[in-house]
């Protein structure tokens, strides 16, 4: 029987990309507004350095990822040295704009009576940051307590240490399928794919189950379930 369910954050229960791109923008306006030279900077520009460092920092902690970013965006303009201050504006306007998807406060609601709720997480968004506090019985963020990311064995190792019941008491339930399917599945829980853009899922790969929507996930946990039949 399934008695925990385990949340990946971004894309999955926090709608990241608008809160990212906002706080970008912010970074953008006082660039411009500090120096004449950033006119010439896009925000196309600015949002393509975190790809362009990410590849090289794939295992390190998110903000240190987005802070090599910004670097790069803010030495477009010579404002490289002034990487703290524009970092605390970025990250002041990622929080105050992270706010989870609108499926999301229901389906947990609706999930709580049955399931133990957890959260884990390579990045950095808090729940308690963006719209998700007190509703998880466990919290896990990568790098916290020397805590690795996911794909590391170690990580899912840590959630099955943290719901205290056995792996496959436990579902996981993320957008990505590297990391919160298959994952999961290696370290005998179950993987659920959250598929909101309806991409083809690739050969080789099986979820446990795939969903289109965080509404849908409620019925997708009870075929999980054994019956008496």
Not at 21 to 32: H, I, K, S
Not at 127 to 134: T, V
Request: charge should be negative; hydrophobic fraction near 50%; proline fraction near 7%.
């Amino acid at each position: 029987m399934l008695s925990v369910v385990v949340f990946d954050a971004d894309e999955t229960l926090i709608d990241l990309r608008p809160a990212v791109t906002g706080a970008l923008a912010a970074v953008l306006e006082e660039m411009r507004r500090r120096t004449p030279v950033a006119a010439g900077v896009t925000l196309a520009e600015v949002e393509s350095d975190w790809q362009a460092v990410f590849g090289a920092m794939t295992a390190a902690p998110v903000m240190e990822i987005r802070r090599a970013a910004l670097a790069r965006s803010l030495d477009r303009a010579g404002l490289v040295g002034q990487l703290d201050e524009f970092a605390e504006l970025f990250f002041a306007r990622r929080y105050a704009l992270s706010h989870p998807y609108p499926d999301t406060l229901p389906a947990l609601a609706a999930l709580r009576a049955d399931f133990t709720l957890g959260y884990a997480t390579n990045g950095n968004s808090r729940a308690e940051r963006c719209g998700l506090p007190g509703v998880f019985a466990f919290e896990l963020y990568a790098h916290e307590g020397g805590l690795p990311k996911k794909p590391d064995p170690a990580f899912y190792a840590a959630i099955v240490d943290a719901a205290g019941v056995p792996a496959e008491r436990i579902a996981y339930v993320g957008d990505s399928l590297a990391h919160d399917v298959l994952g999961p599945q290696q370290s005998g829980m179950r993987g659920i794919w959250l598929n909101r853009l309806g991409l083809p899922l690739p050969a080789g790969v099986r979820p446990d189950a795939e969903v289109g929507t965080l509404t849908e996930l409620a019925a997708a946990l009870r075929s999980l379930q054994p019956t008496n039949a």
